[in-house]
Structure formats: structure tokens, C-alpha cells
């Protein structure tokens, strides 16, 4: 008969180049630990998935160079790592039978230390076999041959895999490295799941470990459901190398091919490109052969963008969406749907979700998905799916959209993907972990909430204000269970993390977006969504919740949710202003405050993760002094630099209460400011100026006064020009409430910071007597 | 002289270094603008402040550094800040100077980015 001369499972054993290889040494540790465990009969199977082109193949023939060089024990077996592909050249079963055999032939003989043979004969390679002590290789060849005379491509199948992997004095064991796996759903008149009905002896011997890798979990993960394998198989997810191993592969690719990029790029470099290899490749061999020089930042960001908008990276994913969608008009919504979600962000996890999106008929939004399932851009867990997170494909959607659909130029898009990456802005420090750090905890305690039904004050600021302000915490949490009025929280299904990046513009999703259902029944009547956003800003604002409740409206059109299955939910960073508090409870937004969800997880057993909780300082707790208020007053002389002295004796006062740092250094600066201002502006005869600093429980008070003749707010044409009058907008914004009453006997600044961001009072600006200054005047 | 004014000055390759230490207000704010004047007329271009040592920061200090950033934007050179606190970075984006200005946390990554490799 006439076998297929294909060596090698289609090249990529042949191409696949060791010292290539980089990273991935969790994942190669576990893979190698279980194949080995097979030589004692308790050898695991695993189930590798991730995104096309991210190394699951390297990562496969990696192994089975391991594995190929392990062993050698006494009277241990070694492990015969059989690699093979089901990539969909082979797509009738017979001819993949044939190849199958012709691979596992031919890799025995190797792996028992023979040469490769110089012509193909299937006969003399089992005869061979036999004298190494495999023993019925002529049988399964010929009954091989016999059902494919007959045109039976199943039952060739199952002969070829039925072959006696192992040799009869127990020298050795197969683990098998099935490579695309998803393809074996995709074989002409074999149902889908058929292939591991016929490897299910070998899956459940426990001998023979199975290695299965593919881009479509869901498919894969269905099939082994329904034959009852899926508690067999563990999970790996590949995703893109860690920065460190990465910035290696740079070295050594730069290395190669004399390529010279600064070493301070490369871990940006790395992030970049989603830590994928096959586009560090593409991008060294781009810099190479345009013979391009990489100084700095922004001309790695330039060929970066040139790579995605005409070079190679545009090269590779055009290809990819010409071959997954042949048809134009599917392409287009498919690459237009995609960039909604990869590069917009548009928050979505739901099948019916997606179609919708799409705007195509289910039908050919179900065609749309299941293709992008089966290349592995999205991953399906029962109704829930989720999308691969690939930078470097969102900025190719990015260009296919403006290129494609809105028309414009090609280095007119690079360029806004240059200056987008640019200027990217870190958090400011110490925001970024913190609020990350709130969301996580936030999204933990949405997962438990589970049809419980906790007190309605939870979610309301204002009235948790107006009832509990200023009371202890013991106090508060007594009184909350007497709540009377509870809310029943839905069952949350998912919890997707938003982000805060935008380009250039305002932001458009949320911190976390979950999906619920009001009952035990998962049904569409019983679905609600949350949108969750944890403030950033320690005095949340009128303007930040018109924006959310913005954003919670376009959801909701986007969705076609009616009112009552959205709600919307803010939690504060520190407090909010009485404006911003009044227009939350008009759109119907739940705030909570720090201690509200901080009774809010205690009561699903979660610690809070934010911040040390810090009694002394916590709303209505007790404070150091119970309930005094201590007052220090200080006279200081107009000299320069006196000011100096004030901040100390604010130092030392704050001591008392045991405020933190950042609280500390904001109340020092803005008395530094208000006693500048007094020396500066008042003319004072006495050429003093008193403070008085009031420390209550609550809050610290600070009096700058001065005997001068008063002062007009507002910068005057000298201060413009020299940059100056900073001072009013300073303390503004360094403080709480901030009050000035001038007038011809002098002027009083009155500034007032809460400690502990006490629910009880917000920031108030008040008219003084002489009149108030408006924010930005000095 | 106030006894609050320190100012360290130092070259790193063609980046002058500007180490503020103490209480930034108008006689140090005037020292640092100083500095950095003469280098912009000698024709240096990268200027780098270090706020690490900074304890305090007065609205008038701050208006200096703004004059100092005019300055060095005028004459197309570059600049960025190291070591600046929570507080001071606050007040940097009160009056706008974080806008024009990028911080870091090190001195090595303020070079790297002035030199261009960042």
C-alpha cells in the first residue's frame, strides 16, 4: 500500500530549535514530573491550551527532548515521548491513520537508537521492532491495511492507535504529545469526541500519560465531559513568557542576529508584546533586514507600530483572518466585533452577549464565535467566555478598524498607536496597587455573596452617615444587625476586572463588572449586572459620578437591560462630597464607604486587604483623648521661614491622635501656605500672626490669624507673572474644609482636615464674614 | 542664608543633577533656578531634580521649579524629577508641573529616560 511520505509531523519537530526555547520552567517542571510518574502507573494527564502562535508546540517538543534524554535507570522504564500533530492538512481519517503510524514507527525506532531509515517500509520497521521486543506490530499493520481497503476510516483509526506502545520486558513507556488536538473534532465522517473514546484505555491505564495540547479548551473540555474524562485531565493555560524570561529570549535573539537594542528597553519591550515570542522574533528579524538602529524608546515604539500597521506582525494576523473567515463581509464583523472587545475593551462574557454585539444573526454570530473559539481567541466555560488578552492583536484590530473602516492612512494610525504607548501614564504612586488591591478584594466578596441578604445601609452612604456618624464601631456594627431593611444580593456568576487605561480619552468601563441571577434558576429573566467602580479620588465628586452613571447607561442601551437589572455601585476611597452624595442617590447609585465595606466583608468573613485597619482612626471610634478636644496655641514672629516652626508644632500635635504621615505632611503644608500668606499679605503692625490648633476625636482644626488689614483673594498681575499664588488652591486641596474671613482687622484662615475620613463629615467650604475665596484664588 | 537651604550639584554624563534637600521655598527655590540657568547658558540641555532629600515645599519653591521648567522647555532641553513624595508629587499636579514634567522613583531611571532609553 502506499504510505504518505511526510516525515517528521508536518516540520515542526524538524524546525524546532532547543536553544530557541525560553521560560515556561513551571510549566515544563509539572509536565515532566507527571510523565515520568508514568513508568509507575500513576502518570496524569494534562489538557495545554492558549492562544495561536503563544508556544504550545515548542513547549510540547521541549518535553520530549526531556523527556528523550531522561531515564537510564536500572531497571526503571524510560519514557518514549511520541509527538504528533493533527493539524488539518490530514483531514479524512484514513490518511491520518497512516501518517500516524508511519510517525510512531519511525520515532520507536529512533527512540531505541536506530537511524532513520533511508526508505519507508512499514513491514521491515515492525520486523525491526520485534527484535526490541515490541511484539505485535505485523498485526496491527495489517489490520490497518485491511480497513483501509475497505474504506473504513474509523476503524483504521482505532488500529492505529491501538499499536503496542511498549516493549515486552518493560524497557520502556509512550507519553503522548498530541499536538492541535482541536483538529480531531474536525475529521471527515468521525463524530466529534470519537478519538477520545478511542484513547480512553490508554488515558485511564494510568501507564501511558496524555499530554493533549490545542487552542480550543472549550471543544476539547466538552468532548472530555461527555466521555467522562474530564476529573482525568488537568489544565494549563499557556500565556505569553514572564518578563524575565523574555527579556532572556531578547538577548538572545538580539544576540544572533546582531541586533542592538539598549537592555533598559527590553522588559517594556517585553510587556509590549504580551511577553509572546513569536512576535519577538517577528520584530528582531523586521529591525534586521530593514537594517534599522533601536537608540531609545520611542523608535522601538515606531517599528513596533510600522511591524503592526504594514510589516511582519500585520502580515501574520491578516493572513490568520483571511484563512479563518474566507469571506470578506464575515471578516469584517468578525475583526470589527473582535476590536470592540480587545482593543475598546467593551466589558463581555456571555455568548448571547457577543451575538448581540456583533449585530450579525445568531446564526452567523454563532459561526463567528465558534471559528474564533477554535483558533483559540476566546475560550468557552459553559456560557461564559472570555477573550485572549493580546496587545499586540488589539493593535492590529486597532489598525484593521481605522485602516479598514474608517479609511484612514496607515502611518496615520501607527502614529496614534506610537504616541498612545507613549503616553501611557503610570499611577501615581502608591494609587495604582491600592486601588488594585480594592477592586480584588471587592471582586472576592461579590463571588461570596451567593443569594444572602445582607442590610440595606451597606450600600447606602448617606443614610449609613446620617444613622452612624460619629459613633463607635461597636456601636455600628450592633445597630447593623438590627437593620430591619436588607437587600437580597444575587448569585454572581462572573466577575470580570475592568481597567482604567484609556487612549487618550476619558475612561469607558468599569473596575469590575459582574453577572448575577436573582434565584438558584440561571435563566435570562433572573439576570442582573453590577457595575462596580472603586474610587480613586479621596473625595469622590459630583462630576466622577456623572460620569459613572454615564457609562452605567451606555451598559445598559449596550445590553438592552431595563433599570432594575443594573445596579450600580461606588465605593469611596476615603469620602465624597455632600453634591456628589445627593446625585448618587438620585440615579439610584449604592456608595459605600471604607467602613461600610469593611462591615460589609466581615460579614462574608473576608479580611479587609486595602489597609491596616487602624482602630484609633476608624469613623466613630474611639479617639485618643476620648472625646476632648485638645487646643495648642503658637504666636509666631512675620520672619522668613518662621512658617517652618508652625509645620513642627502641627507635627507634634498630629502625634496625638496618631494620624498618619500623608495626613501630616497635608496638614503641614497648607499651614505653611496660610502663614506665608499672612506674612505676605496682611502688613501687620504687630508683625505676628497666632495659631490655634484644635485636636477633637474627629478632626484637627487649624486658626492662622493675623491682625493686618485684609486681603483680596485672587492672584494679582505680579504673582501671574512670576508663577505665584499657588497658596489658597493649595490648601484647598491639601485639606478638608477651608474657611477665610477677611476683613479690616485682619484676616482668619480656618482649615479643618477629618481623620479617619469620617462618613459623619464631609467636605464643606463655608461663607465667612468677609467673604469666601473660590478655589484657585490666593 | 536660610538654615533650611541645602542644594547638592553634581554632573552625570551631560545631565546636570540638582539635589534639593530641606525646606524648598524661595531662597533655595532661587539657588536651584540659578543652577539651572547657568547650565542652559553654557549649553547643557538634560536637567535632572532630586526631590529625595525635600522635606518641605512652599507654594513660592514650587513657582520657581515652574519658572525653571519654562525655562528649559524654551531652550528644547529635557528634564524630569526623582525622589518626589507623596505630598510633593500632589502638589506637582495641583499646579500642573506633573503635566510637563515626568518623575521617577530612581536617579538611574531619570538618566536612562533623559539619555533616551526609557
New interface residues.
Partial sequence: MGYLRLFGTMGAEASFREEDFFGREEELSALTRAALEGSRGIGSSFMIYGPPNIGKTSLLLKLARTLGASGGEEGVPRPFPLYFSFSQILSHPLALSQHFLQEVLSQLLRFLGDPRPSAFDPAAMCDRLTSFGVMGCREVLAAHERCTAEGDGLSALVNALSFPFSSSGGLFYPVFLFDDFQYTGKLQGVPEGAMLSILRPHIKSGHFPMFLSGSSPGRVTAALKREGLYGTFQMIEIGGLSTDSAVRLWGYLCERRRVDI?A??LS?ASERLGGIPTYQRMLVEEIFFGGANV????TFENLYAVSVTEGKINRYWREFFENTFPDRARRGRAIRFLKRVLCDLFPLDTMEGAISLMGASEEEGEAILSALEFKGLLKADLDQISFVGDPVLADFLYWAFEHGVLGKGTSQVAASIVQAKLSRTAP???QGGDHARRVSIVKELMRKWDLREVPLLLLDFGKFREKFGGKGLLEVVIGMEREAVRVRLPKVSSVSTGYRASRGGPRFDFDLVAYGFLDGDFSEENLVLWAVDAAVEKNLGARAVEHFENRCRLLALEKGLPDDRLRKWMILNETADPAAVDLASGYGIHLSHPTQLRLFLNLFGLEELEREPDPARSPGAEAPRAGKTLEYELVLPIK??S??VA?RVAEEVAAFASVDA?TV??V??AI??AC?NAFEHSASESGKVRLRYLLAPDKIDIFVQDDGKGFRPGKTPEESK??????L??IR??LDDVEITTGPDGTVVHMVKHLGADPANPGAVQQGEGGSASPGE? | MSPHKTIRIREEGDTLVVCVGGYLNSLLGEEVEKAVRTRLDGGGRRILLDFQDTRLVNSIGISFVIGIVEKVMEREGRMAFCGVSRINSDLFRVTGLAKYVRSFETEKEVLDFLAGNA
Fill in positions: 539598549p533598559s528597553l517594556r537608540p531609545d524608546a520611542v501615581l504612586p502608591g522668613a521661614d512658617e517652618v509645620a500623608d505632611d497635608r503641614k503644608m505653611i501656605e506665608i512670576k508663577n505665584r499664588g499657588w497658596g488652591k493649595l486641596e491639601l490666593s
